[in-house]
Each structure stands twice: as structure tokens, then as C-alpha cells.
């Protein structure tokens, strides 16, 4: 049962525009929603956050976006840099059940920017 | 600060032995969560400690195991190595916040 899904294993968009990564969840008890970039063989490096009682957070480029009736969440990267290329991951965990050091992790999607 | 820091970086063992890997979080960070990467099964969680206790705890056989010490340095063992438990091994702290953050991890490989 996996509760968190990343439905595209890859993405490849053209520097300099807007890069969109989906994620999609179906436990209603998550509140908290993190994003994470890794490349391999390192550890994922944190990007961006959202609470439930948000519907939008932004960090310089990075904007995420949570609708939480459809129980889904985007990250938007504008402009796309070709360092951006990486692996993308999001997470989620039920910080009311105390529960907020347990993410679980969506696939993951590979993101290639090309120059 | 000083970042998550996992020893050691790569280990290979054998089948039926045990592994000890060592995490230590960021300062200030009482919070050491462990995961497991496998091409199959992406991040896994393993289990939580807080405070010396583990509060969370994943899907994982009883031979994976953990503790925390009172620096809040954390280990985690394997016992009775199997093929399957080759991974990279994940290691990550968070305070106050709700955010983690992550080691480089160890890379295990079983033979």
C-alpha cells in the first residue's frame, strides 16, 4: 500500500522554464509535506516544506502547492537550472499523531534539465 | 553547524554476519530517524529515537534494531545479514522544526 506516489518516474524540461513535479497522497492523517532533491549516492537534501493548514509555501525558486481535498501536492522550480537535475522525492508525515520523525517517501521523480 | 555525519561511508559483509552503523545528528538535534534505499523499495523508514526512545518504529524483521545515547548519537544494527539487506542506509535529525536532515549514508553491500 503505498501511500505516497509520485506517478512520473522522469521529467526533462529546457532551462529556464518551469519544471512541475506531482505528488499524491491517500492518508488523510498526513499534515506535513516535505520535498527532497538527491543524487545518487548521497544523501536527499531538503528543499521546501508545507504544513497542512497551507495551501502554498515559497522558497526562491521553489514554490510548493497543496490541495489538500484532491490530496495532492506540486513543486514548481522557476527558472530550471541545469544544476536542478536530480532526483526529486516528496515525503509526508503525521506530526499530530506524533509522528513527525516517520516520512514516508514517495518514488520519486528524475528531473533532467537540458541547457 | 556541522552537518549529519555516518560512519563508516561503505562496508561489505558477508551472509549471517552483523553490521553496527553510527549517526551522529546535528548538534542540537534530539530527534535521529533511520531509512533504507533499495532500487525496489525506494526510502524506507526504519525507526525514530528521541531522547533515548524509540518512538517510531517501520516494517522492518526484529533484526534491524537501534539505540540512542544521551549525546544523541545514534546506532543501528543489523544481525544475521541477508543478501537482501544491501543498501544505502539513511540517517537523519531534526529539532525543533519538522524538517530532516540527511547524512550521506553508508552503503552497504552484502556478499
Known amino acids: 500500500d503505498q501511500q505516497v506516489k509520485q506517478n512520473s518516474p522522469s521529467l526533462s524540461v529546457q532551462e529556464g522554464r518551469i519544471s512541475i513535479l506531482n505528488c499524491d497522497y491517500t492518508?488523510?492523517?498526513?499534515?506535513?509535506f516535505l520535498w527532497y532533491k538527491k543524487y545518487p549516492a548521497e544523501g536527499p537534501t531538503f528543499l521546501i516544506s508545507?504544513?497542512?493548514?497551507?495551501d502554498k509555501n515559497e522558497d526562491g525558486r521553489f514554490t510548493v502547492f497543496l490541495n489538500k481535498s484532491a490530496k495532492h501536492l506540486s513543486l514548481h522550480i522557476v527558472p530550471s537550472q541545469p544544476g536542478d537535475s536530480a532526483v526529486y522525492f516528496c515525503?509526508?508525515?503525521?506530526?499530530?499523531?506524533?509522528?513527525?520523525?516517520?516520512?514516508?517517501f514517495g518514488q520519486g521523480t528524475e528531473l533532467s534539465v537540458k541547457p | 553547524k556541522a552537518g549529519v555525519t555516518q560512519t563508516p561511508r561503505y562496508l561489505i559483509k558477508t551472509r549471517g554476519q552483523q553490521v553496527t552503523l553510527s549517526c551522529s545528528p546535528i548538534?542540537?538535534?534530539?530527534?535521529v530517524s533511520w531509512y533504507q534505499q533499495t532500487p525496489g523499495q525506494g526510502l524506507q523508514f526504519l525507526f525514530e529515537?528521541?531522547?533515548?526512545?524509540?518512538?517510531n518504529k517501520g516494517n522492518f524483521p526484529g533484526r534491524f534494531s537501534g539505540r540512542q545515547f544521551s549525546n544523541s548519537r545514534s546506532e543501528m544494527n543489523v544481525s544475521t545479514l541477508e543478501l537482501g539487506d544491501s543498501a544505502l542506509y539513511l540517517c537523519?535529525?531534526?529539532?525543533?522544526?519538522?524538517?530532516?536532515?540527511f547524512g550521506p549514508g553508508t552503503r552497504l553491500t552484502v556478499l
Open positions: 537523519a535529525s531534526s529539532g525543533r522544526g519538522h524538517e530532516q536532515f
Open positions: 492518508n488523510s492523517m498526513f499534515d506535513y
Open positions: 508545507i504544513s497542512s493548514i497551507k
Open positions: 515525503a509526508a508525515s503525521a506530526m499530530i499523531y506524533n509522528q513527525g520523525g516517520k516520512l514516508i
Open positions: 548538534s542540537g538535534h534530539r530527534s
Open positions: 529515537y528521541f531522547s533515548e526512545t524509540q518512538r
